[in-house]
């Protein structure tokens, strides 16, 4: 069975600090991985997809690398901005001929201090 | 575009009131998923769908029943609600299940608590 972990569950750096999230999985077979970001009581917002025949994704201030065969997933956030401050979510993606199902981590609740 | 949209936004039930959710889609996606999420976990599958008129248990379906009768509409209902049950409910959409099409989009979430 899959399991998706993200640690650490919470992460506190000052503003302007480069920082790297982790995801890790257990099962290397997955399709794509996406990032999410969550604000407190919103939805969900997507950061990257990285698909299973790419090593990372680019946008902006963010960088998403993928490395299937150690089963891990980081995000980099260059020059973090108080804005940042929400949680982040990994997603694996599981699936090749049936429906498309995510495995989520727990996710890594982000602040940055001013 | 609307995208994904989920109705209501908030509800508060008694224990063993009934609801239905409603999660619908304006982007013709063939597949429509169903999560629910709890505090400090991420989202678990309820239920999803890969067509209309079919519908498939995902992780953790006890409880609840689905429809879709309609391919752009996906119901979730609470036939009897238990404290339990009380998350945040999230739908999502895809228009593939593999390939390049397969991300899933988000609707913004209905919080529902039981009493």
């Known amino acids: 069975k899959q399991e998706v972990t993200q640690i650490p569950a919470a992460l506190s750096v000052p503003e302007g600090e480069n920082l790297v999230l982790n995801c890790s999985f257990t099962d290397s077979a997955i399709y794509n991985l996406q990032w999410f970001r969550q604000d407190p009581g919103k939805g969900l917002t997507s950061l990257l997809l990285i698909q299973s025949s790419q090593r990372e994704q680019t946008s902006g201030r963010l960088n998403a690398s993928l490395d299937k065969s150690s089963g891990r997933s980081t995000l980099y956030i260059a020059a973090s901005q108080p804005g940042d401050s929400a949680t982040y979510l990994c997603?694996?993606?599981?699936?090749?001929?049936?429906?498309?199902?995510?495995?989520f981590g727990s996710g890594t609740r982000l602040s940055i201090r001013p | 575009n609307a995208g994904v949209t989920q109705t209501p936004k908030f509800r508060v039930l008694k224990t063993g009131q009934s609801m239905t959710l409603l999660c619908a889609q304006d982007m013709n996606h063939e597949y429509m998923y169903w999560y629910r999420q709890d505090p400090g976990m991420g989202l678990r599958l309820i239920h999803y769908?890969?067509?209309?008129?079919?519908?498939a248990k995902g992780e953790v379906p006890d409880g609840y029943n689905v429809s879709r009768l309609k391919k752009q509409n996906f119901l979730l209902g609470l036939e009897s609600a238990a404290p339990s049950q009380t998350s945040v409910y999230f739908c999502?959409?895809?228009?593939?299940?593999?390939?390049?099409?397969?991300?899933?989009?988000f609707g913004p979430g209905t919080r529902l608590t039981v009493l």
């Open positions: 999502a959409s895809s228009y593939s299940a593999s390939g390049l099409y397969n991300e899933q989009f």
């Open positions: 997603a694996v993606y599981e699936g090749y001929s049936s429906a498309s199902k995510i495995i």
């Open positions: 769908s890969v067509g209309e008129g079919t519908t």
